[in-house]
């Protein structure tokens, strides 16, 4: 009987089997290696990138800033241009209103009534003046108030006083106040008056 050692052919075939499994390992390790690698510079480029994204954005948002900052004072210059511009118009529209007030007062002056004090404070007329009687003194109202240039005539007092001329006659001293009525200039200068010349003294 003819008898065969299969012992060394076992112990090869192990020892092929071990190295083919090292040889296995050691390449799965170097391509988990290789696959980490890439994950990482992966990564690491996605983070430059947003760095970049980043740093870019701040970039725009700065210059967006100082434009805004520009607008802001752009729009403050133009407001304050604006204002100016309307205090100028203001005073070129209405740099007659103290003669066209002094013209429409003695035109709606009536006889028997005398002026003492006029005082303007923009559209607001103060007037305080002497009348004979207090006919006269509503005969001034309705003609104020029928002026095309004045309204909304006001009795605030009115009183009897010795007269100015120191006489021993006694007149009505009155208090009123009116509002002009302000219009765009080309209306006002094209505007008639109304009513005819009135006699006046002591007016001031």
């Known amino acids: ?24 390992a050691g390449i799965f390790a170097a391509l988990g290696l290789l696959v980490a690698g890439a994950v990482w510079l992966f990564l690491d480029q996605q983070e430059e990138q947003q760095r970049a994204n980043v740093a ?13 900052e520009e607008i802001r004072k752009i ?5 304050s241009l604006l204002a100016k511009k309307q205090v100028v118009e203001g005073l070129q529209s ?8 002094l013209d429409q007062l003695l035109r709606q002056l009536p006889e028997g009534v005398y002026l003492k ?3 303007q404070t923009g559209p607001k007329v103060n007037i305080v003046g002497y009348a004979q009687s207090n006919a006269r003194v509503s005969t001034l109202m309705r003609n104020l108030g029928a002026s095309p240039y004045l309204e909304n ?11 100015p001329d120191k006489s021993n006659n006694r007149v009505n001293e009155f208090n009123m106040n009116i509002s002009i009525k302000r219009a765009a ?9 109304k009513g005819g010349p009135a006699k006046v003294a002591g007016a001031t």
């Not at 200039?185 to 008056?193: D, I």
């Open 94 to 101: 209405n740099r007659s209103e103290p003669v066209q007030l």
């Open 56 to 68: 870019y954005m701040k970039g725009e948002i700065d210059k967006l800033d100082k434009q805004i």
């Open 75 to 79: 729009r403050e210059e133009t407001a």
């Open 117 to 119: 004090q006029v005082k």
């Open 185 to 193: 200039p080309e209306e006002r200068k094209g505007a008639p008056t």
């Open 153 to 163: 005539p006001e009795l605030v007092e009115i009183k009897a006083v010795p007269a």
């Open 1 to 24: 009987m003819i008898r065969i050692n299969l012992l060394p052919h076992r112990e090869e075939k192990r020892k092929r089997r071990q190295q083919q499994f090292g040889v296995l």
